[in-house]
């Protein structure tokens, strides 16, 4: 008997992403609408970007606007490439607030 589903993160829908990817989920402080999370967790997704980018010896995460570009990026070796959870499955995950945030575009490379 094998367990090997067991083994991987479900985050984003996606089996391929899912095994290759760093996977974060941030509460929301409210449901439904734009689905914004507070300063803290905004903050702590900053730090922890940043975080990852420092252990992995990465300079910059990558932030494509276009869903098809982001989805078949490949990382220069100093990159991490960003995708989202409605990038691979019907959702409006994460929410329009963060995706306005424009997710890791300067906040985290900031950070670095």
Known sequence: MT???LIRPLTSSSTSNDNRAI???VS???SGGVWPVSAAAWS???E???DICRRYGKT????????AA???YEPKVDEMGMTVHRDFA??????DYLMGRQIGRASCRERV
Do not use: H, Q
């Open 3 to 5: 367990y090997s589903f």
């Open 23 to 25: 996977t974060i989920e």
């Open 28 to 30: 929301n402080s409210s």
């Open 44 to 46: 702590a997704l900053v």
């Open 48 to 50: 922890l970007c940043a």
């Open 60 to 67: 910059r995460m990558v932030w494509l606007e276009d869903k």
């Open 70 to 72: 982001r989805v078949a």
């Open 90 to 95: 019907a959702t409006l995950c994460p929410g």
